[in-house]
């Protein structure tokens, strides 16, 4: 249990790569892309993780009564989901413009017309 | 127990990865992402990060989904004209 | 690149950042660990500063300038998403036709969109206290005025939704976070420094200083944003059309 987490984050990042390069639709590299981002939620939020730990909120929970997890981590990947969202937008929108200019959105058929 | 609950939750968030990347066709693509994005969300939760599984549920299950089909259908709607569904 | 090769590259390539990533994993501390050096030094600073929500007390307060990065970065993408799917020379609207919708669907989405919508101004108005803020609460309330177009119809969402005005409140958001950081400064301590305001009580809505302004800022930032973006988005899939022979490698 002590380093499943840390290989899941790894299996997740290397499964999107493998999905970047393969992809056959630049769509799905765009989602693919994704795939990869969460990856790097998991390994932050495994890293602040405590055993016993309670969320950092002190809405219902007195300050010292429990150990906390790592807040700091947290912070990081919260607004990190939000903006990975809008950076994915853009993103979409750049396929959107490849699509109107060159009639396709294959990465393949995309270089063959550039060579 | 809790050990127990964040493997499930590992798991469930390693198979969904893997089956996001798996499926090609982008339209099913963006629904195997939103359920990646409820699986992190659960496993968020389980981490005892509710602010994060907050933010997660809101982005990976429901917006970036969306842009996607959205997205998707732009890009076939050229040179057809079809209207009807979402 | 022949697909076999570039196959080869990848597997090398994926090969090598597998070992350093394990190699990597086996000194990074134990999952579950006790010791969180920057975590415990973090829920102090926030205890100090009244702020019962720590992470907000992170985004908002302690690490409130790395917020400003991450904000215009979202400003930034927004603002280049709104450039890129204009509607250009060569492309026309097409306002789609009213479509039928089955009734318990449109009662089903009517009266969730209230709730949605209360829902998210509640979870920005709370980042303070429990979880929640500015950021997830944005995303919710931009994402509830959307039930609108399941449940009526596109032209409907149009109505409650001109676009400029939430653009405007996108560049608001962002202009009211900086002003906020200035306003430190001229108070007499460093920019974005929660010196300005009384702490007020612990667990209440007025606590934290300048923590539940940040936050609003950034919730409203967010929700305009969001709201844009699927406005541009949903233009382009729903309404906008080419027109005809215009298919290849033509200007915008």
New interface residues.
């Given amino acids: ?8 984050a ?10 970047l ?2 992809s ?2 630049l ?2 590299a ?3 892309l ?2 990869c981002q ?2 790097t ?2 390994l932050l ?15 219902d929970v007195t ?1 010292g009564s429990r ?9 990081l ?14 993103l ?6 490849v ?5 396709t ?1 294959n990465p393949d058929e995309l270089s063959e017309l550039r060579g | 127990m809790t050990d127990a609950l964040t493997l499930v939750s590992l798991l469930l968030v390693a198979a969904s990865a893997t089956a996001a990347v798996a499926v090609r066709d982008p339209a099913r693509q963006a629904l195997v992402l939103a359920v990646l994005g409820l699986a992190l969300a659960v496993l968020f939760t389980v981490v005892q990060a509710p602010d994060v599984g907050l933010s997660q549920l809101a982005v990976g299950s429901a917006l970036t989904p969306l842009l996607i089909l959205l997205s998707v259908r732009k890009v076939r709607r050229r040179g057809q004209h079809e209207g009807g569904d979402r | 690149m022949s697909r076999r090769m570039r196959m080869w590259v990848l597997a090398t390539g994926g090969l090598a950042v597998a070992v350093l990533l394990v190699a990597g994993y086996a000194r990074l501390p134990h999952f579950g660990g006790a010791v969180h050096p920057y975590g415990e030094r973090a829920v102090s600073a926030a205890l100090a500063r009244h702020t019962a929500n720590v992470i907000s007390s992170v985004n908002f307060d302690l690490r409130a300038f790395d917020t400003l990065g991450e904000e215009t970065i979202l400003f930034g993408a927004v603002l280049g998403t709104v450039v890129l799917l204009r509607q250009t020379r060569d492309e026309r609207e097409v306002p789609p036709a009213p479509a039928e919708v089955a009734p318990p669907v449109r009662r089903y989405a009517l009266i969730m969109l209230p709730v949605a919508l209360l829902t998210g101004l509640y979870v920005v108005a709370h980042g303070q206290l429990s979880p929640g803020g500015g950021f997830q609460g944005g995303v919710v309330v931009a994402t509830a005025l959307h039930l609108l177009y399941i449940g009526a119809d596109y032209r409907a969402l149009e109505k409650i939704r001109p676009v400029g005005t939430y653009e405007v409140g996108d560049a608001a958001g962002e202009a009211a976070y900086l002003v906020l950081g200035v306003a430190g400064l001229l108070g007499g301590s460093a920019f974005l420094a929660n010196t300005l305001l009384p702490y007020g009580t612990f667990n209440t809505l007025a606590s934290g200083g300048t923590v539940p302004l940040l936050n609003a800022a950034v919730g409203m930032e967010v929700a305009c944003a969001v709201v844009v973006l699927l406005a541009r988005f949903l233009d382009q899939a729903v309404e906008i059309e080419e027109d005809n022979g215009s298919a290849m490698g033509k200007e915008s």
Avoid: E
């Avoid at chain 1, 699509?99 to 009639?103: D, M, V």
């Fill in positions: 249990m002590n380093t499943v987490p840390y290989l899941v790894g299996w997740i990042f290397l499964v999107g790569c493998y999905g390069a393969t056959r639709h769509v799905h765009v989602g693919c994704t795939v969460s990856s939620y998991v939020l495994a890293v602040g993780y405590r055993d016993g730990g309670t969320a950092p909120v002190f809405s300050p150990p906390l997890v790592d807040p700091v981590v947290q912070a990947a919260l607004t990190d989901v939000v903006v990975g969202a809008t950076v994915t937008a853009l979409l929108a750049l396929v959107m413009q699509a109107k200019r060159h009639g959105v």
